[in-house]
């Protein structure tokens, strides 16, 4: 049995979505595969999202089970049930371990740097020519994701494939030309509603020698400037429960920007050795709006901190 799964703290609506619509497309192709997962989805599978009724299955472990993993490259975040040993296949977009996976993988490792890794789902299905068996909810799935991942495609990580890949799959799902709004919405609203939940699902702990501060937690929403009006300091609190070296990425759909929420000194100079940005009370705008894995390539490229 090929078991598809993802990250080990949370899923997103991209690793989500991968799960589910790769798991169809091997068992259209006559492969048993599952799409399994231990974490719980975050604010970015939205209400609609989960209505749509795909939900995981469960899966007794055997020895001879195989490993996809979708959506993360980065073995020390893998979900618990993956034996590293087993891993047939790797397909993501987040920069670090492309080496790693090439060197034990081959051409079974597809990391490389695209908006989503929902668009790398789909060019499967495409290739396989069976797209036109596609269920509207994976169609549906698959194309929230490459809207979520590439920031309604204002992020520099979109391609012309991910935009192709968003106009097919919509058709496909039948997606109103609104959804891209009610989407977004629709996740701020849950992330309005427990907030503590959304910080603690889209947070990731770096190592104490990376460029980043130590924890980078990120969020997504339609209005950015709303969401830190009503909980600023709410969230700041609860950032600074989580250690003395912090950073939250609040991206606004709207406005096309990120609000990078930092507030320790030292987690702030740390950002500044990557690029320029202008500090004030706690907090920095970048426009256009960036992603954590932009900003995690960018830190790659400069000498590491030194471990004093
Ligand atoms: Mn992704």
């Known amino acids: 049995m090929k078991i598809i799964t ?19 497309l091997l068992n259209l192709q006559g492969i048993p ?24 299955q469960t899966h007794e472990p055997l020895l ?34 492309e080496d790693y996976w090439a060197k034990k993988l081959g051409s079974a490792a597809d990391i490389r740097p695209i908006g989503a890794a929902a668009t790398q789902v789909f060019q499967r299905w495409q290739i396989s020519d069976l797209l036109a068996k596609i269920s509207e909810q994976s169609a549906a799935l698959l194309a929230t994701a490459i809207l979520d991942n590439t920031l309604n495609f204002t992020s520099q990580m979109t391609t012309a494939a991910d935009i192709d890949a968003y106009a097919e799959l919509a058709f496909r799902a039948k997606l109103a030309t609104d959804w891209p709004e009610k ?34 937690a990120q969020m997504t929403v339609w209005d950015a400037d709303a969401l830190l009006q009503k909980h600023r300091p709410a969230i700041s609190q609860w950032m600074a429960e989580q250690g003395d070296d912090w950073m939250l990425n609040v991206i ?18 740390k950002l500044n050795r990557l690029m320029q940005f202008g500090w004030c009370s706690g907090m920095a705008v970048v426009e256009p709006s960036m992603l954590r894995k932009e900003l995690l390539k960018l830190s790659l490229s400069v000498a590491p901190c030194s471990k004093s």
């Open 252 to 269: 606004s759909i709207r406005d096309r920007k990120s609000c990078l929420l930092v507030e320790p000194e030292l987690s702030q100079q």
């Open 64 to 97: 001879t089970d195989e490993f996809i993993l979708v959506d993360v490259s980065d073995y020390h975040h893998f979900d618990p049930l993956v034996m590293l040993d087993q891993v047939v296949e790797v397909i993501d977009h987040h920069p670090g371990y």
């Open 6 to 24: 993802s990250g080990a703290s949370y899923l997103d609506i991209d690793a989500y979505a991968c799960c589910i619509a790769y798991a169809e």
């Open 183 to 216: 989407y977004f919405l629709e996740c701020q609203a849950s992330i309005n509603s427990d907030l503590a939940n959304a910080l603690a699902t889209d947070l990731k702990r770096l190592k104490p020698e990376s460029n980043l501060p130590q924890v980078f």
């Open 33 to 56: 595969a599952r799409a399994v997962s231990s974490a719980k989805p975050n604010a970015s599978v939205s209400k609609t999202v989960l209505d749509w009724g795909r939900a995981f």
